[in-house]
Nanobody, 122 residues
Framework: QVQLVESGGGLVQAGESLTLSCAAS????????MAWFRQVPGKNREFVAG????????YYSDSVKGRFTISRDNAKNTVSLQMNSLKPEDTAVYYC???????????????WGQGTQVTVSS
């Protein structure tokens, strides 16, 4: 079992930046692939970004490519999401998730954080 705790959400204006962090504990061997998802009410959870243990495989959704950067610190068991040039449509609850393989399907992630709200005002 992996425990994930996110931090760093908040309210910002369009064009500003925000960094989310996720700390993993427990069976960190089960964090081969760590990812960020987001969800707005009434919609499915959406893959945002993900990275493998060695960071040799990094993936972004088209909607955030070029604006968001995912990074891992394996020594500290943390993963961060640097979000630049934020847009109102980035408003969502952001979740950190961990899986044992590369996947973009939220159903394949057994471990989730509690979520952190990001609100971008226009």
């Amino acid at each position: 079992q992996v425990q994930l705790v996110e931090s760093g959400g908040g309210l910002v204006q369009a064009g500003e930046s925000l960094t989310l962090s996720c700390a993993a504990s427990g069976r960190t061997l089960d964090t081969s692939f760590m990812a960020w998802f987001r969800q707005v009410p009434g919609k499915n959870r959406e893959f945002v970004a993900g990275g493998s243990w060695s960071a040799s495989h990094i993936y972004y959704s088209d909607s955030v490519k070029g604006r968001f950067t995912i990074s891992r610190d394996n020594a500290k068991n943390t993963v961060s999401l640097q979000m630049n040039s934020l847009k109102p449509e980035d408003t969502a609850v952001y979740y950190c998730a961990a899986a044992m393989r590369i996947t973009f399907n939220p159903l394949d992630f057994p471990s989730w954080g509690q979520g952190t709200q990001v609100t971008v005002s226009s």
